[in-house]
């Protein structure tokens, strides 16, 4: 074997991908059902990959849309008509969009050869979203139900403070699609599912993702670890109590291991080795990441990185010098909606754990 077998950043498959079993099947049979789903995960917990993975099993049309690259509601009824072009034949969309009552510049890319579209700015909203979806639900058919998966869907709320009003009182009607939505700020595509005034409230099945079970993410790192290292256990070991089974870093940290061990390019242990290189690459980053948290913000990460006990406590409060229980909680609503820290069943962790490790070095040094 002489390619590195572990892989981070974008959506994995088979032979990247490791257990999420039991949230497959509860995919399918959602899927394959009258209904929504929505998985919620911090960010990089693996929301795409198992998505693409149930999806890719069926032979039904795909949209996907990022909604983090939306500027406006136009915009989000323009790619989505673009997608619709790239999926279903050419001429039959075309004939259908001629009912449209607002009529979309259509190009042909001559670069790409793909289909452009766009709406007037100003354009009015509803009759444009109307027109667009309802076009999916005219174009799918019972046998082969169109999937579509809005990303980062609670940025729908910044895109336009009435999209998610008039987006489910458009879904509500079509038999034809199953939507899917993908979310990794917690808290806000909470609010958007499970409250009550919500338009879309109880909206469809949610599925709260968490990190990879250890058992298997050991069997996962030993089976490949060992063609190049005869203490793969020790290793895979090592890599778990220092990511904590976050599926990206784990598979990142793996990464560097196997890549040094191959090589033979390391003194001692390669798992320390590994974790100090990844940490210097991105020293940059840290520095300016903290360079723009406040001071509560700073004081609660660097307790975060070396204690075990909660945020919410008293003895946390006084040993780390944080005031005020309601500075706490704000900020630490602030750090999670920004991505530093998530909650791990009932645990406050730092996400990053090469930005915890320099900031204990730091703190060391
Ligand atoms: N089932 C899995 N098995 C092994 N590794 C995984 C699995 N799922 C995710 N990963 C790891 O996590 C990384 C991120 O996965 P993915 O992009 O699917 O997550 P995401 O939740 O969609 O992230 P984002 O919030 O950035 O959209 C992958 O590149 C891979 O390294
Ligand atoms: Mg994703």
Request: hydrophobic letters at 40%; glycine letters at 4%; one cysteine or more.
């Amino acid at each position: 074997m002489n390619e590195n077998p572990f892989k981070f950043g974008t959506i994995v498959d088979e032979p990247y991908f490791t257990d999420r079993i039991h949230e497959i099947e509860q995919v399918k049979s959602i899927i394959g059902s009258q209904n929504h789903l929505t998985i919620i995960s911090p960010r990089r917990f693996g929301k795409s990959s198992l998505i693409m993975k149930v999806a890719n099993q069926t032979d039904r049309p795909l949209i996907a849309i990022d909604m983090q690259l939306i500027t406006s509601t136009s915009d989000f009824a323009a790619q989505i008509l673009k997608r619709i072009y790239r999926i279903y034949p050419f001429e039959r969309v075309r004939q259908l969009v001629q009912n449209f009552r607002i009529i979309p510049t259509i190009t042909l890319n001559p670069v790409t050869s793909q289909v452009e579209v766009a709406f007037l700015p100003d354009s009015s909203q509803v009759p444009l979203l109307e027109d667009v979806l309802n076009l999916m639900e005219k174009l799918s058919a019972e046998k082969k139900k169109l999937l579509v998966i809005f990303d980062e869907f609670q940025e729908a709320r910044r895109i336009h403070p009435d999209l998610l009003r008039q987006l489910r009182a458009i879904m509500q009607y079509h038999k034809l699609i199953n939507y899917i939505f993908l979310g990794s700020q917690e808290s806000l595509i909470k609010e958007i599912f499970m409250k009550k005034k919500s338009p879309f409230y109880h909206f469809g099945m949610i599925i709260q993702l968490k990190k990879i079970p250890e058992a298997d993410f050991f069997d996962f790192l030993v089976s490949r670890l060992k063609p190049v290292n005869k203490n793969a256990s020790d290793l895979a070991q090592q890599i778990i109590s220092f990511t904590g089974c976050h599926p990206y870093y784990t598979q990142q940290l793996a990464f560097v291991v196997w890549d040094k061990c191959y090589r033979k390019s390391f003194n001692e242990n390669p798992v320390t080795e590994a974790a100090g290189d990844l940490i210097s690459m991105h020293d940059m980053d840290y520095e300016r990441w903290w360079m723009n948290l406040n001071k509560t913000d700073k004081k609660l990460l660097i307790g975060l990185s070396l204690s075990n006990k909660t945020p919410l406590s008293e003895a946390f409060y006084r040993k780390y010098d944080l005031g005020a229980s309601s500075t706490v909680f704000s900020s630490i609503k602030r750090l999670m909606e920004n991505g530093y820290i998530i909650k791990v069943d009932t645990k406050y962790e730092i996400d990053d754990p090469f930005f915890g490790q320099w900031l204990r070095l730091r703190r060391e040094a």
